[in-house]
């Protein structure tokens, strides 16, 4: 395509011969970027079409999910101040009318329970720049503050100056970039960065004692300032645990008419501060000062933050355990969690919201019979939504969501119409396998997730010959990642255990038992401060699970330290 584009004199013609030539090398660097196994590859077409949505799941979730970022801060620079000197009629020598410039915007943490990640959060964060001053004694406008919104469970820590992640603050910035020049030229750079002259004014101003005094003066400011941000970082880093969501209390006896206040969050880097005018530097001995200062840097920082999920119970379990599908078993499907067949089908932490009434009924509960498997959510329910789509035609959205309830067993608009009495939260977190805690796998990304919640049950897979040698294994790396981690586990969930005795027959019932008895002995032995509770389920016939939300929400009660 590039041999074939000539130079030519028309602007149209050499423009299409670039996107030509850009659009056939964007097209040759997607074809070698494909995914390259075809259908004819694989026997059975559902293997292949399994395969292509891991991939396609496992590149969506790296970016839709980060728990784990270091940004960069700088708080908004000071506007300039102003040298000038008032002029109006018959006034040809006014005094100096220079105003001073605006503060930069500060930087404000803001814990927020809509976000989930912290994907949203830039890498390089910068307050605005605050307006300069003019003439007329006209000062510059104050930045408004920046606010970066987290979610909540975001612990924010300041990165030490021996960090090599961290970045150079104003001061080293400044060095960096004075650096190989010699005396003369650092200084005459150094002063243009901190001063504005009034115009053919620079190197008379050099000369003169009231600016040498009020260079000094500067100085020394500058001084202080930087020594007290060191003594800050010293003593005080900054920490933040934004395990909840602020709200601004409004004071009911304030004065009518004020307007109302925002919640900023937490103060994280503050702007710099504008500079002078010239008449501040007004005196006896200099009645027309021709210089002002330019505002200063904003505070740079760097910041780590990291995200702990917030939950009540999080669920513990090797991949393809059917954590994913107890979590949509016991929230009635309302968890959108991905089921499959196919180890890591979860890949990012979830979680769901588990609603118990008066009388001990589950959201869940309502609905006995459903399956949760991956064909049933995925291929009978996009038929179900199509047959019901003909007949939807000739309703109104509003009856159509009623025919669905009445089929359904439940309201139109409230799938959950008994009085709730108790409701907590469980995590879905992707599976662990061995040497987690050496960040193997998924590693620490998700072991960080569990941190934070009141309690943590194992779910195991009962199918497998030696279910125990996975709860092993998950409580080795519990205790490897965070000694003392594995304690709060208060439950072992024996999942798909309807593979086992299934067929009714005696033999496979006794074989059933002996593993469940094996089982309880083998936690009964790991077990160190309080017995855990193993129940056997089946999450994807929804069968036994009236007794695992009855023990949850005893446990989480005692968690919480509530009584009701």
Excluded at 435 to 463: P, Q, W
Aim: charged content about 30%; aromatic content about 6%; glycine content about 10%.
């Amino acid at each position: 395509m590039l041999s074939t584009c000539k130079p030519t004199s028309f602007p149209l013609a050499r423009t299409f011969c670039r996107r030509a030539a850009f659009f056939s090398c964007s097209a040759a660097s997607r074809n070698r970027a494909v995914y390259r196994e075809d259908e004819s590859d694989f026997e059975d077409p559902e293997e292949y079409r399994r395969r292509r949505k891991t991939e396609w799941k496992r590149r969506q979730g790296g970016q839709s999910f980060l728990d784990h970022l270091i940004i960069n801060v700088r708080g908004g620079k000071g506007g300039d101040g102003c040298a000038a000197f008032h002029r109006e009629k018959y006034v040809p020598y006014g005094p100096p009318s220079g105003g001073n410039g605006g503060r930069g915007g500060d930087v404000y943490i803001l814990p927020t329970s809509s976000l989930t990640t912290l994907s949203s959060v830039a890498k390089r964060v910068r307050g605005e720049p605050g307006g300069n001053g003019q003439g007329n004694w006209q000062n510059g406008k104050n930045a408004p503050p920046l606010i970066i919104r987290v979610p909540v469970g975001t612990i924010v820590r300041e990165l030490p100056r021996d960090d090599p992640r961290r970045a150079k603050d104003e001061w080293e910035a400044e060095e960096e970039a004075l650096e190989g020049l010699d005396f003369a030229e650092r200084r005459a750079k150094m002063r243009d960065k901190r001063w504005v002259h009034y115009p053919r004014a620079s190197e008379s101003n050099l000369d003169k004692d009231s600016f040498k005094e009020a260079e000094e003066a500067f100085l020394n400011q500058e001084r202080e300032r930087r020594i007290t941000r060191r003594k800050r970082e010293l003593t005080s880093p900054i920490y933040l645990d934004l395990d909840r969501e602020e709200m601004l209390e409004e004071d009911p006896d304030a004065p009518l008419g004020l307007p109302r206040k925002e919640n900023l969050g937490h103060l994280i880097a503050s702007g710099g501060m504008g500079g002078l005018g010239n008449p501040h530097f007004l005196s006896q001995e200099n009645r027309s000062p021709k210089f002002a200062t330019r505002g200063h840097e904003g505070e740079r920082i760097t910041l780590s933050l990291e995200l702990k999920l917030l939950a009540d119970i999080g669920l513990v379990g090797f991949p393809n355990a059917g954590k994913s599908t107890l979590l949509r078993a016991l929230t009635g499907g309302r968890a959108r969690t991905t089921v499959a067949g196919y180890a890591f089908t979860t890949l990012n932490p979830v979680v769901g919201v588990v609603r118990v009434a008066e009388d001990g009924t589950f959201e869940g509960g309502l609905s006995p019979g459903m399956v949760h498997d991956e064909t049933i959510v995925e291929e009978q329910y996009e038929k179900e939504r199509m047959e019901r789509g003909e007949l939807a035609t000739a309703l109104t959205r509003n009856q159509a969501n009623q025919l669905e309830a009445n089929e359904k067993g439940y309201s139109a608009g409230h799938r959950f119409d008994l009085i709730e009495r108790f409701r907590f939260t469980i995590a879905d977190n992707p599976g662990l396998i061995s040497k987690a805690s050496e960040n193997v796998g998924l590693g620490h990304s998700f072991l960080r997730s569990m941190e934070r919640s009141l309690a943590l049950v194992y779910v195991v897979d009962f199918s497998v010959p030696a279910p125990w040698d996975q709860l092993a294994v998950l409580r080795d790396e519990l205790e490897q990642y965070q000694p003392g981690m594995s304690r709060k586990a208060r439950m072992v969930i024996a999942n798909k255990a309807d593979l086992l005795g299934g067929d009714g027959s005696p033999e496979s019932v006794a074989e059933a038992k002996e593993k469940l008895k094996k089982l309880e002995e083998f936690v009964a032995e790991m077990s160190e401060e309080r017995q855990m509770d193993v129940i056997p389920i089946s999450a994807k016939f929804s069968q036994n699970l009236q007794k695992v939300v009855g023990l949850m929400m005893k446990i989480v009660q005692e968690e919480r330290g509530d009584s009701s």
